[in-house]
């Protein structure tokens, strides 16, 4: 995207959105410094909910323990969902015209429970692999690992108690990132929810190819799910991260008037969609280019 903006402010705004980060990866330090004196504990388990920031934080986390002399693996808990003809199923029963990925009961329990028993019961284990092309589990990776290991199951099922159980039968430490304060810029204040739904407007057109109408017709089963199975956890959490961005609005606009200019005056989503554009009409653009590969908001755009 073209933008007409000096020399002098792109670098203002570049220092800017580095210190905003340098603040939001700081936080990862004091928590993984404090697990890491609990020498027997090798779970972490990190949730939130949509387009919280978790891809991010779990990175960050990795090169934190590592700087700690671990060795972290990232499992990311969408590889033990039940194939695709079995999760179509039970999203029949459920009467949804869509497939669920968010219930708890998607996940194949006995092979997640089994996964987390060879952590302690083995040198070696053995993790599946989920293809979301073909909805399918496509196979098995293979990892030496020894007692200094930690293993960070990232998703939102994480919190889902039937998986806390499995999860934490030998001790495990929970992460919750989500934007948990207002953004405000000139004026315009947007909710934490607001912010997610903006967020995922841009992530999924731009990376999962998904028009704002689908977006928006799957966000009222997403924020469904949330209210019922990941926000109830969220105060049960060893740890809180606030993953809102002071410049994320200036990001986010370009993006948001280019895919939601496309959305027809005769959709049901179209007054939402202007209402976005209403809301963020007189906020100031800040280039993507400024957004370096290791920040949270290269999950977005």
Sequence with gaps: MAYNIDDRKLTEKAEWIALCEKRFSEQFFGIAEDICKNRGLRIVRLYGPTCSGKTTAARLLISMFESFGKKAHLVSIDDFFFNHEVLEQRSREKGLRRLD????????????????????????????????????????????????????????????????????????????????????????????????????????????????????????????????????????????????????????????????????????????????????KNIEVIPCELIREEYLYSEFV
């Design 101 to 280: 990925y968010d219930s708890p009961d998607t996940i194949d329990s006995e092979e997640l429970y089994r996964f987390a028993k060879e952590i302690f019961e083995s040198d070696e284990v053995h993790c599946p692999v989920f293809d979301f092309k073909t909805g399918s589990r496509v196979g098995y990776k293979t990892l030496s690992i020894d007692d200094n290991d930690i293993f960070i199951f990232e998703g939102i099922q994480a919190c889902y108690p039937i998986v806390k159980e499995m999860l934490s039968e030998h001790g495990s430490a929970s992460i919750f990132i989500a934007p948990q304060k207002n953004v405000s810029v000139n004026g315009v204040t947007l909710s934490p929810n607001r912010l997610r739904l903006m967020r995922r407007l841009v992530r999924d057109y731009h990376f999962r190819n998904s028009s704002p109408e689908f977006t928006f017709e799957l966000w009222k089963s997403v924020r469904d799910n949330e209210k019922k199975n990941i926000f109830p956890y969220a105060d049960e959490s060893d740890y809180c991260i606030d993953s809102a961005m002071p410049y994320e609005l200036g990001v986010l606009k370009p993006f948001l008037c280019e895919i939601l200019n496309t959305v027809s005056e005769d959709s049901e989503y179209f007054e939402k969609s202007r209402q976005i554009l209403e809301a963020i």
